[in-house]
Nanobody
Framework: QVQLVESGGGLVQAGGSLRLSCAASGRTASSYTMGWFRQSPGKQREFVAA????????YYADSVKGRFTISRDNAKNTVYLQMNSLKPEDTAVYYC??????????????????WGQGTQVTVSS
């Protein structure tokens, strides 16, 4: 069993930055692929970024590529999402997820077994 707790959300102006953190607990947390997803009102939860268990591979949605960076510190059982050049369309609840996810399915929320409670990110124009 893995528990995930996100933090770092808030209100920021367009062009600003935020760093989200996801603290994982559980004996095998560091062995899972970790992902970030987001959901806006009336929309489906969408893939943002993912990172392999070793941190050696990262993957991004086209909409955030070049602006967001995912990283992890397995010694601290924590995953980060550095978000720069934020846009109003980035406004959403951001969720951290963990699972044993095949590389071809990193974008699919159905492949992740564990989820955090989410943290709100609001970008004002």
């Amino acid at each position: 069993q893995v528990q995930l707790v996100e933090s770092g959300g808030g209100l920021v102006q367009a062009g600003g930055s935020l760093r989200l953190s996801c603290a994982a607990s559980g004996r095998t947390a560091s062995s899972y692929t970790m992902g970030w997803f987001r959901q806006s009102p009336g929309k489906q939860r969408e893939f943002v970024a993912a990172i392999s268990w070793s941190g050696g591979r990262t993957y991004y949605a086209d909409s955030v590529k070049g602006r967001f960076t995912i990283s992890r510190d397995n010694a601290k059982n924590t995953v980060y999402l550095q978000m720069n050049s934020l846009k109003p369309e980035d406004t959403a609840v951001y969720y951290c997820a963990a699972g044993e996810v095949p590389n071809n399915w990193l974008h699919s929320r159905y492949e992740y077994d564990y989820w955090g409670q989410g943290t709100q990110v609001t970008v004002s124009s």
